[in-house]
């Protein structure tokens, strides 16, 4: 059976179970959002979104939609997916189940918990109502697939004037060695004036059978809230991941987004911020370093419609072997959004002979006092800085891997959290084969 | 210590070192001065293994061995140090560490262990005060915004740390101001010692005050034509180098 026929059923199965609450609001959210997919189907090449990225590769599986039988892990397992240096909150998933057995949530002052009890017990239902796929509605039908299935994942509602004394650590674990395995995880991230939250996101496969994972995150960040995302890409290369984060950000509030792209088979990452207030700062950073016939596509969109705000965007990208990377910029300064800053940076290296890049600006402005500025370069390594390092005796190899890690640094040096950088700065060597000691 | 035979090296199809003959033997200071385009950096990309350039023919002995097959860590392992004309920026790698890096495979291919910390923070001490240098200099990332005379003392101060025993000095006084120059060429000369060499390649003769040669040389059009002392670099101060043929 085809994927989508599957989808079909498997969604009327949903419904006929009683596993939803047919009268609900939400319910008729997953229906509208069910009848735009099932009018649209799975993007094409087509679709000018998808050009460069073709899901036939991953879409031709048997999967499970509903896996059920429940997997325990042993922390002990586990514990190297976690920043578990340092003390955090935890929402932690098993093939799309919650393990509550090592999570770590809290209703104490703020909301970190599940979606499923947020979407069904009545005490959220106004926020729920209030924010719930109000940004993530207007993207394609692979977004409306993942509202149409949308029971689990994290819910985050930090009331005003709140720091959050330790990150939350999302993380989605697949197990099922049998099967291949389709997650939908939905997050709704909600930060409140003056509050600030940091959280790390990360998808790992524990098996080597096929996962793919159709993520959506919305985050709504108000009057001057700061939020701090990180996302932590390293699965195995059976592993594909279609990850949609939606930003809404109110006046003076400032959100970052690190996206650090190391593994898996395809990695889709859509990621979008919408200014809806005057002094607002949107970051957007991002590393990729992927080889063999890995591909990364990074799809960024930032729409500028108030005065006085900035954005800034840095993705750097290493490619060796036949990876394939797509960097799609998109920046809109509407004609209201005078004295926009708007800054974009996007710089690959190509070290694989059969490494692609498709990188494409998209800069749309219609104000007409502003500073944007777009950077894109693709190049190889610079052989006046390889004979600089071999010449004082560094090998070859070893120069390159510093080089590489070097051109990876301006990102890296963005992360707030200590022990996740010198994390990532460890993942960054490993993949690069270099000396940590740098 | 080094022993250059008939060297001739060329740049795609671009012949530039035809037939150089060079002998620089251990506790002696050599400068090959020389006009624009004549092969004096060449040659010393060459002696330090460049790979842009392919050598047609003659040979390189290093301690009596050829050194012309290997690759430029190889020769760098051997003892061989080349302070570069502009010496590149690593933003994300500090000085120190890259430093480090370099002295500890170094050791490795010679067999030695990694230096301990306290040796080598000992060391760090030792040649940032012999070149004045401010040590937040050494954390700082690798001749990234650093002034032309920054790069070029932090050369010298990586030659201090890595004890080669030749060093060849690719235009070390250009960028340079009087006062950074006389703490440089002061480096050089603590240096110097019986047991190493040092090639200077020089456009002018004012560095050639500070670190005196035993032996100046002019090459020219990719050969080397004349040979003489010390005076000969002050001669040709005076009459330029047409007057050589």
Redesign the interface.
């Known amino acids: 059976m085809k994927l989508k026929e599957k989808l079909i059923t498997s969604f009327f199965e949903l419904e006929n179970e009683g596993m939803l609450d047919l009268d609900s609001n939400i319910h008729k959210i997953r229906s509208k959002a069910f009848a735009d997919f099932e009018n649209k189907g799975f993007p094409t090449k087509n679709d000018e979104n998808w050009k460069y990225t073709s899901l036939k590769s991953i879409l031709n599986n048997d999967y499970t939609v509903f896996p059920n039988n429940e997997t325990v892990l042993e922390l002990k397992d586990v514990k190297k997916y976690f920043i578990h240096e340092i003390d955090s909150y935890k929402l932690v998933f098993i093939d799309g189940v919650y393990s509550s057995f090592l999570s770590d949530t809290t209703h104490e002052r703020m909301d970190i918990c599940l979606m499923s009890s947020a979407l069904k017990n009545t005490k959220y239902k106004i926020i729920i109502d209030h924010y719930f796929n109000t940004i993530a509605n207007r993207s394609g039908s692979i977004t409306s697939l993942n509202t149409a299935f949308s029971r689990q994942g994290a819910y985050i509602h930090i009331p005003k004037n709140t720091i959050v004394p330790k990150p939350i650590q999302i993380i989605h674990f697949s197990t099922k060695n049998e099967k291949e395995l389709l997650l939908q995880p939905r997050n709704l991230i909600i930060v409140d004036e003056n509050s600030h939250v940091q959280i790390i996101e990360r998808h790992q496969s524990l098996s080597d059978a096929i996962v793919l994972t159709n993520s959506v995150t919305e985050i709504f960040a108000n009057k001057r809230a700061i939020v701090d995302y990180y996302k932590i890409q390293n699965d195995t290369e059976n592993a594909s991941l279609i990850d949609q984060t939606f930003i809404q950000q109110k006046k003076h509030s400032n959100v970052s987004v690190n996206t650090f792209s190391f593994g898996g088979k395809l990695t889709r990452n859509h990621l979008e911020f919408h200014q809806e207030g005057e002094r607002i700062d949107s970051n957007l950073n991002g590393i990729t370093i992927i080889g063999n016939k890995q591909l990364v596509d990074n799809h960024t969109a930032v729409f500028h419609k108030y005065p006085n705000c900035e954005s800034h965007e840095l993705y750097k990208g290493i490619y060796a072997d036949a990876s394939t990377g797509v960097f799609n910029g998109k920046v809109i300064v509407r004609k209201e959004a005078q004295k926009t800053n708007a800054f974009q940076q996007n710089n690959t290296i190509l070290i694989g002979k059969k490494a692609t890049i498709n990188a494409k600006p998209q800069l749309e402005i219609f104000a007409d006092d502003v500073k944007c500025s777009h950077g894109c370069t693709i190049g190889q390594l610079d052989e006046a800085a390889l004979f600089y390092m071999q010449q004082r005796g560094i090998p070859k190899k070893e120069a390159q891997g510093l080089l590489l890690y070097a051109f990876s640094n301006a990102v890296v040096e963005k992360i707030k959290i200590p022990e996740l950088k010198s994390r990532i700065t460890k993942l960054i060597a490993m993949k690069l084969d270099v000396n940590y000691c740098l | 210590m080094l022993k250059i035979t008939n060297l001739h090296a060329q740049i795609e199809n671009t012949k530039i070192l035809k037939g150089v003959n060079l002998e620089i033997k251990a506790g002696e200071v050599h400068a090959i001065m020389g006009p624009n385009g004549s092969g004096k950096s060449t040659l010393s990309a060459v002696i330090?293994?460049?790979?842009?350039y392919e050598v047609k023919q003659g040979e390189i002995l290093f301690e009596n061995k050829d050194i012309s097959e290997l690759?430029?860590?190889e020769?760098?392992?051997k003892g061989i140090?080349?302070s570069?004309q502009?010496?590149?920026e690593?933003?994300?790698?500090?000085t120190i560490?890259?430093?480090?890096?370099?002295?500890n495979?170094?050791r490795k291919?010679n067999g030695l262990e990694s230096l301990s910390a306290k040796d080598m923070l000992k060391r760090i001490k030792e040649k940032s005060e012999l070149l004045a240098m401010d040590r937040k200099f050494l954390s700082r990332?690798l001749n990234q915004g650093f002034s032309g005379g920054e790069k070029k003392r932090n050369e010298i101060f990586?030659m201090a740390m890595?004890e080669p025993k030749l060093s060849i000095l690719d235009e070390t006084d250009s960028g340079l101001d009087i006062d950074a120059l006389k703490i440089v060429a002061n480096g050089v000369n603590k240096l110097k010692n019986k047991n190493n060499a040092i090639l200077v390649i020089t456009h002018y003769q004012r560095l050639l005050d500070y670190i005196v040669p035993d032996f100046v040389h002019v090459l020219k059009d990719g050969k080397i034509i004349k040979t003489g002392g010390k005076e000969l670099a002050l001669e040709l101060e005076a009459k330029g180098y047409d007057w050589l043929q």
């Open positions: 330090a293994g460049n790979e842009i690759a430029p860590e020769r760098a392992h140090f080349m570069f502009y010496p590149v690593i933003p994300g790698v500090s560490n890259f430093i480090k890096t370099a002295i495979e170094r291919a990332s990586q890595l």
